[in-house]
């Protein structure tokens, strides 16, 4: 998908590139009119090289040694001829294709989003399952302490109980004898104290509310 | 550079010709040819591979995924435990682990293993060895391994052995309630007490889960419902209270191991609920080790076997005339000492001893446990009358506890009762009929409480982790059966039998109690009584003032000398009364 990015760059953009990179040595070519691009010999074999040949393909030139093409002269001699040939040949860009287009960069942005969306959900379901795991273990773990302490705690209290009531130990049973019953208080409930209170109701009247 | 291979550029006449033939134009397809048909034929290879794997072998391959990546998983669902009124558990689920060899996976020989298995499995090497050899598979070792052990055993990672978990109910508290609590079965099932009849409240849904495993072993959410491992924190909540039942079970213990008895029970009832704060029967069976003991004590015999109640059943006869209107609280009754009704005799337990004591209040009545005055007391009444009331009173209807096997009291047919004298006057101080010690709890609260028959209960619900109510049950219904006028005139009659000389063993200082003994003769499954088997029984209502609580004891067949309710019975009821006070807090009346 990504890849459809550098594809459709536009019909200019594109043929630029092709003579850029595949047909890289025929340096003449790009000062040729557009119309020789397109002839069949040009593309007839990747393998086919020496500017003379392609330039006057049916004229016997003598075999003479070119200059390879640097990949840094290549593309900068055929620009600037290049687009400006194309501009007074090719008609304007159409609503149409100007639309697909925008629609085309639209959705590009789109699915590199939706990409990243789904590798990072696709991610988090693996990592989610992994963390489900762990907690997991440790659920059981705590389920298990909680087992082990609440028996030991009861056990614990029965033995202790038992061992009460063996008469050694001196415990005795409850009873009223080794109780205390408070009586209730009589007579008046208890009144809020006023005197003390109320400087302190004044104090706390001035106070921050912090306080 | 110049290109020789450029076959369509004619070379020059007069250039020299090209070194070597052009060579690669016709040989370029065949080469392009040899790849894409290797291409192709690995392509083919590749969708023959998949045919083969996807549709072939299919079944095969998704059977052995499935064996390698499936797991049984039984998440952790504990049944529910069940607790006292505090919170104390009577009843939890633990894990436990049973370990089964098969020798021919082993890694290592038999005597090698048996070597390392004894001892995580604290069994003799010998031993476990002649186990190992009894065949190559499936031997099972050692059952219920806690999971330490079970820890230890994996920890030695051999192959061969197996570890199966289950659930395995523990009573920390032991034999403390095991007549309430019951037990559970090998197959986690309840078997007796509320194990057995609240099945339904304490078992949660065991569910088996398929998961999916990862490589490293670790399991995969992928298939789970959700809410699965968030299982409830309800607890079964009962009314008994731990404190209270430790003491009425050890003294119960003592008195009858001192009196050499047969059996013994204590109860002690909120009169106003029926909500039972203890109950205990001896001799009991430990429920974690409930195999060792005699199926007869996985009943709770307070509240499946009858008895003939005796004298404690006479306040219930007096409320039920003046219920009636044939008695007025002031009235007295002519003590003979001994009558005679259709060539039965009829005397006081005293006759010997004391003679006749002729005109008797209801307390006096009461208080000297006179026969001969009741008899007369109820012949006040139409026998269709005492008849009816006595049937109203549910005696033929077993209480709604929640105990397995409640036992419905036995009442002579209406014919026999209306129409004999003697079966209305042997019931008048309680024999001729029987009953259930939980039924006569139940009357006895219907006149604490206002002549209310409240329904006996252990369950108080199902309660959260913060001890809220989540579910209660609902089925108590209440019944009135006596006017509260009524129950005042024996409440107070009762407090008599307390104040008495005899009613010294029972009385607590500061306390207005109200009770009655009892001591009754056996029936004979021949007919008749034994003379020398009795069984003696003693209730207590408490405070006077506003009833609250009642403690009653019965103890079957006793031996030794003095055996009376009062006697044998009576301390006990005390000495329970008093633990139940100080636990309870209940303030004295009277400093």
Known sequence: MIASVQRYPSHRASHRRRAATAQRPDVPRAFREPAAVDSGKVIRHPAMQG???????????????????????????????????????????????????????????????????????????VYIQQAWSEDFRHLEQLQREKRELTTANELMKNQL???????ENNLVAPSPANTIFLPKATGQPVQPVSTPTAPLVSFTADAPLGY | MSNPDFPATPSPP??????????????????????WGLLAASLAGLGFNLYRLQILRAPDLMEQARNQQMTYMRPYIPRREIVDRAGNILATDRLVYTLYAHPNQFPVSREAMAQQLARPLTQDAE???????????????????????????????????????????????????????????????????????????????????????AGNGALMPDHIPSGLLGFDDQRLQLTVDMRLQRVARSLLKQQVETYKAKRGAVLVMNVNDGALLALACEPTFDPNEYSKFDLTLFKNWAVTDLYEPGSTFKPINMAIALEAGAI????????????????????????????????????????????????????????????????????????????????????????????????????????????TPLKLAQLQAAIANGGLLVTPHLVRGLVDAENTLVWEPTDHPVKRVFSPATTEVVLDKMAAVIDAPSGQSARISGYRLGG????????????????????????????????????????????????????????????????????????????
């Not at chain 1, 055929?78 to 007074?88: L, M, V």
């Open chain 2, 328 to 435: 007025q609280s002031d009235d007295t009754f002519y003590d003979a000492g001994k009558i005679e009704i259709d060539t039965w005799e009829i005397a006081n337990h005293d006759y010997e001893s004391v003679g006749g004591r002729g005109d008797l209040n209801l307390g006096e009545i009461l208080s000297y446990s006179s026969n001969v005055a009741m008899v007369d007391l109820v012949q006040q009444m139409d026998p269709k009358v005492y008849y009816e009331a006595l049937k109203n009173l549910d005696l033929t209807v077993a209480p709604a506890i929640e105990l397995p096997g409640a036992a419905a009291g036995q009442l002579k047919s209406a014919e026999q009762f209306i129409h004999s004298p003697v079966e209305a006057a042997t019931t008048a101080f309680g024999q001729g009929f029987s009953l």
């Open chain 1, 51 to 125: 500017a003379a040949a392609i330039a006057q393909p049916n004229t016997p030139a003598p075999l003479t040694l070119v200059p390879p093409a640097t990949p840094s002269t290549a593309p900068q001699a055929p620009a600037k001829p290049s687009r400006r040939a194309r501009q007074t040949t090719t008609p304007k860009v159409p609503l149409w294709l100007r639309t697909l287009l925008i629609i085309q960069q639209g959705s590009s942005i789109l699915t590199f989003c939706l990409a990243t969306a789904v590798l990072m959900v696709y991610g988090s379901t």
């Open chain 2, 516 to 591: 009655k003994s009892g001591t009754a003769e056996k029936a004979s499954p021949d007919g008749g009584y034994f003379s020398d088997r009795k069984i003696v029984s003693f209730f207590t209502i408490l405070p006077l003032e506003s009833p609250q609580y009642l403690v009653l004891v019965v103890i079957d067949e006793p031996q030794g000398e003095d055996l009376f309710g009062s006697t044998v019975a009576a301390p006990l009821v005390k000495s329970i009364t008093e633990a139940l006070i100080a636990i309870e807090g209940l303030p004295p009346s009277s400093p």
């Open chain 1, 161 to 167: 109980a038992q061992q009460a009531t063996a008469p």
């Open chain 2, 14 to 35: 007069d250039a020299p010709a090209p070194p070597f033939t052009p060579r690669p134009y016709r040989l370029q397809p065949r080469r392009l040819w040899i790849v």
């Open chain 2, 127 to 213: 031993a476990l060895l002649k186990t190992l050899k009894v065949r190559d598979s499936g031997i099972p070792l050692a059952a219920n391994l806690s999971e330490e052990t079970a820890d230890q055993i994996r920890a030695l990672k051999l192959n061969g052995l197996e570890l199966i978990r289950q659930y395995s109910r523990l009573y920390p508290q032991q034999e403390l309630v095991s007549d309430v609590v019951g037990y559970v079965d090998l197959d986690h099932k309840g078997q007796a007490g509320l194990e057995y009849t609240q099945e339904k409240a304490l078992e949660r849904n065991l569910r088996t889960l398929q998961m999916s495993r």
